[in-house]
């Protein structure tokens, strides 16, 4: 536990940096890294493809979407980065079709296009005129809902969650962490009302930390059944105490998207 707060303490100030000081391209070049290395660990990590060229490619295409994301999502360059992608990965199926199956192709565009996609909301929401006050919602929510889950479950945890998926998780956790996502949305919301002088509505705070935190645990226990299918703990070692990107990066992969959705549809700040 003391590795896991040692490198939480170091990594949100780098957090808090590159997502409301860096300029923007920073941002999405953090992420774009993160991006090719989750999609490394999902398919070479896990064994479920180690076919080092199509490993790569996924790892290129991840990499490009959260560029993609930065040069205002325009949609005509994703249509060609997606029809690259699929040429080069049928282009290794037709030339070994004996090793390279159609499922292999399935899991390379779950690791390089779909994840991402979702993931690479984060840099979308910076991109919004209102990015700098709004791209921390999807950390408070995934990452207070995470450490409200753990810390209350190690302490009053009785009943399990979902015991074959994820055995560490308890009912008492689930409730601790959307607790603990709400109340940071609303002290969020509030600093945006008052010393940031925002027209916000606590109202929707609510329903962000609510239906996020709720969201994130189901997150969370979709990579946590991965984990057990393929006999692994983490997905990597890349952050001690912590595990490998994906495992850092889980809970927002819904968290981030369902955000971002959100802010198109009933934004927490009226502008």
Known sequence: MKTRIIAAAVLVPILFLVVLAAPKIVAALVLGVLLAIASY?????????????????????AFAISLWSYMD??????????????????????MDHVKVHFEMVGMCFVAGVILPYLLSSLVRILMM????????????????????????GLKFGRHK??????????IEGVLGGLASAILGMLLYTFILDWPLKQDVHYGLALLYGLAGSLIGTFGDLCFSIIKRQAGIKDYGNLIPGHGGALDRLDSLVLVAPFVEAMLLIAPIIRV
């Open 73 to 94: 999502a325009i949609h005509a360059y994703f249509i060609l980065l997606v029809i690259g992608f699929f040429m080069l990965l049928f282009a290794e199926m037709m």
């Open 129 to 152: 005129g209102i990015g700098r006050y709004v791209i921390l919602i999807p950390f408070i929510v995934a990452f207070l809902s995470d450490a409200g889950a753990y810390f209350v």
């Open 41 to 61: 660990e999902l398919l070479y990590r896990t064994g479920l493809v180690v076919h080092p060229r199509m490993v790569l490619y996924s790892s290129a295409t």
């Open 161 to 170: 969650l979902a015991p074959v998926v994820s055995p560490n998780k308890t």
